[in-house]
């Protein structure tokens, strides 16, 4: 077999595996993509926040509105023509020209392996995250708890979020497992699942240090955490740049890739008596993110395997993908598009995926994705262990050289039965191994694995 067809072929059972697992993590939930909805559903909090029936709410903005101007003067961490303002591409012969109607204050466009910035506008402009600092919040505490941990909520695990906040549906005096709650972080962005898990954490206040520790680690320093579920508060910024590198990072963790993949899942329900017999139902949530689940004007989006979404009143619209073709991965984030079409930031990060897939190869790079701190010097030592984040909880922090999970196919199925038509054929390539450490996919702690 030609070397180009091994190299498919062997991709493209590595991302079957992902997706069995995405499917395992979600058992007993619906096995089909949820159909799409008639109206409009949360994102986010609190402008596009949630209750767990899906009823859209607002509240007022905690601070005020961003400038509508770049600085003048941004980082340029990742490159020099990163920190300048306005559309920076470099686009060679062939390669085809940006879509038009691009309307996002900042958006970027990367090589989730190679790390290389195809294209970005603003990248480095500090600008409201709304949940999308959920993935910094998940890369962050993700890997402190193991998946089967319970824990029973207390009145003060719900205290402090913000008005109009999304919600998944926790209930005070109810036992949810950790698994649980991360389901309630990435389906559903509930900030009540965040403050839970902040408080099992140490608190509010400890969880937002720990965040910002570990942004500066990843060199995303255009971040300021104020509270760790993204809602609305003075001087909480972020930029299109570090929620790229937050994405990369967390996309390395297994368990991550996997919940940020879930369409659907089943969520534990308030506990009831009746008769003298107790019982607890589930309900069905479903993401929040319309490229993964689709809705009545935007499609699933071929390839698309996570992140994370989020809408408030500061913020506007916030988006990170990542999505695989053709043995390519790359990550989109788009912030805040003037245009205010319903699911308008799907549909320009779709549009930049489209044009990334079709210019990898044809454009010169206009910077890049920075690795943390510490990382080049540990690569550079033969044998070096893996970090102390790798392997801990449980699993729960596991890193993987497997390529992001393709959720949905060229044809917008999950490819569910084809998968498992081959898992016997796969788990016996799985076996031989060795070729893993050989993919290029040059994400931080990889590199280090690697060599």
Known sequence: MPAPMKQTVRRSLLVTSATLASLALTAPASLAAPSP???????????????????????????????????????????????????????AGGAPVLPKDLTARSWIVADAESGDVLAAHNAHWRLPPASTMKMLFADTVLPRFPKTTVHKVEAKDLAGMGAGSSLVGIKEGETYTVHDLWLGVFLRSGNDAVHVLSQMNGGIAETVKDMNEHAEELQALDTDVVSPDGYDAPHQVSSAYDLTLFARSGLQKQDFREYCSTVTAKFPGETTKKKGKTSRGTFEIQNTNRLLSGDYDISQYPGIAGVKNGNTTNAGATFTGVAERNGKVLLVTVMNPEKTDHNEVYKETAALLDWGFQAAGKVTPVGELVAPKGTAQASAQPGANPSPSEGQAGGAGDVSAKPVAGAVTEKGSGGMWIALAITGGLLVLLAGGGYLVNRRWPLPDLVRRRR
């Not at 007022?60 to 509508?68: F, G, Q």
């Not at 600085?71 to 340029?76: F, H, R």
Request: no cysteine; aromatic share 0%.
């Open 37 to 91: 909805s008639p109206s409009p559903a949360a994102s986010g909090s609190p402008s596009a926040s949630a209750s767990p029936s899906g009823a859209p709410s607002t509240s007022p903005s905690a601070s005020a509105s961003p400038s509508v101007t770049p600085p003048a003067n941004m980082s340029s961490v990742g490159g020099t023509r990163l920190g300048q303002a306005g559309t920076q591409v470099a686009i």
